[in-house]
């Protein structure tokens, strides 16, 4: 199983080396930011190093705040995934 992901590595890594051209990420179609504008609004350009900004006395989420968001998560799931080998131990 340990050399179909090595080759699976491999290969994403030989296709991003010969791709030509960059593709355009677009920030509006992201699924963090549509989940993010439930909560409240978001401006999709930097502003500095803020996380958030106040614009015409309402604040808005910036990108580095749906960045935060998603590495955030990402941790949360790893701390839940590590809870059934934790108690597997003890």
Do not use: C
Not at 28 to 47: D, H, Q, R
């Amino acid at each position: 199983m340990i050399y179909i992901f090595g080759g699976l590595l491999w290969y994403t890594s030989i296709r991003m080396i010969i791709q030509k051209e960059e593709k355009k990420i677009e920030l509006e179609k992201n699924i963090a930011v549509k989940i993010l504008k439930k909560f409240m609004p978001v401006n999709l350009s930097l502003v500095g190093n803020k996380f958030i900004v106040r614009i015409n006395g309402v604040m808005h989420a910036t990108p580095l705040l749906v960045g935060l968001a998603i590495i955030e998560l990402t941790d949360l799931v790893f701390a839940m995934d590590s809870i059934p080998a934790v108690l597997a131990i003890t």
